[in-house]
């Protein structure tokens, strides 16, 4: 039981500190490449969840329940059906993905 506690704390630490860098350092390097794992830290969450729920550590489980909702939350939009374009002119649109300058 003591190896499933730091398994708990451990996984609840790195999982906060994934899903912080993901939101404050998104002009970053590395943290935009953390905006991009949101779908596994949504999981890593749930994962922490059901461990937390399993031991009976409500206070654990309510900090993962809480990761698990702003991970979430970002996700939300790819679960809507597409938006209906209206009948009109087609556009063009030039995308440039750019590192910026170090």
Do not use: C, K
Request: net charge positive; hydrophobic share 55%; glycine share 6%.
């Amino acid at each position: 039981m003591r190896a499933l506690r730091f398994v708990l704390r451990a996984g609840l630490g790195l999982t906060a500190g994934a899903t912080l860098l993901s939101y404050v350092a998104g002009e970053t390097r590395y943290g935009e490449l953390a905006s991009h794992f949101r779908f596994q830290w949504a999981a890593a969450s749930l994962f922490l969840v059901v461990v937390g729920s399993y031991r009976r550590s409500w206070a654990s489980a309510s900090a993962a329940f809480l990761l698990l909702l702003l991970n979430v939350a970002p996700l939300v939009r790819y679960a809507m059906p597409p938006a209906r374009a209206h009948d009109g002119m087609p556009i063009r649109v030039l995308a440039l993905n750019r590192m910026p300058a170090v």
